[in-house]
């Protein structure tokens, strides 16, 4: 893995190792084609655009069908809605066909951390009826889970510490004046 330095962080992905990986990721997922209808739910924000962008790289295997997209927001699941979010901005949970019944979901999200997030977003797929199975796709590992929660494909695994914040770069989320598209560590504060 190259590391690229930077004044106030690293970068351990640009946008050519990001596309890279997500290429990695969509291999895999056709890897394991259980011939199930294949649904990609991003959670909001990040993992809108990611789950897109790997709709595009399966259609281009060729190997299955155009997936569906949906989309998932989690504000109201979180386990610290109440506390943490004292004025909370609901987001648009999007599901194609408004059910998931006996669908392969896979969650697409930027960074996995201590696994919260991604149980409030299970928490929340399950209002859309139960999905034949459910698994979990994201970019950026950092670890220091405090739920069992594991993804299935992983596009880089990154070791951080608790005070470093991993942020995902997207052009289609910071616009071109964010640069383009890449992973970088900071410490937190400078992110």
Do not use: C, N
């Not at 291999?27 to 655009?49: M, N, Q, S, Y």
């Not at 999200?109 to 994201?138: C, F, K, Q």
């Not at 494909?153 to 890449?182: C, F, N, Q, S």
Request: charged share 30%; glycine share 10%; hydrophobic share 40%.
């Amino acid at each position: 893995m190259l590391l690229v330095s930077h004044e106030e962080g690293r970068q351990p992905l640009d946008s050519v190792g990001m596309q890279r990986a997500l290429r990695r990721i969509a291999h895999e997922i056709v890897e394991r084609d259980r011939g199930a209808d294949l649904v990609l739910v991003g959670i909001r924000t990040a993992g809108v655009p990611l789950a897109a962008r790997l709709a595009k790289l399966l259609e281009e295997t060729g190997e299955l069908p155009a997936p569906m997209r949906g989309a998932v927001d989690i504000t109201l699941y979180r386990d610290d809605a109440a506390t943490g979010l004292p004025k909370p901005v609901v987001g648009k949970t999007e599901i194609p066909g408004h059910t998931l019944e006996g669908r392969r979901v896979i969650l697409v999200d930027d960074v996995l951390y201590t696994g919260r997030t991604i149980r409030a977003a299970l928490d929340a797929l399950m209002d859309y009826g139960r999905p034949r199975t459910v698994e979990l796709a994201v970019l950026v590992d950092r670890g220091h889970r405090e739920l069992p929660i594991q993804p299935d494909y992983v596009g880089i695994k990154v070791e951080t510490t608790h005070d470093e914040a991993v942020r995902v770069h997207l052009t289609e989320l910071d616009g071109m004046h964010g640069g383009p598209d890449r992973v970088g560590v900071y410490k937190k504060g400078v992110a």
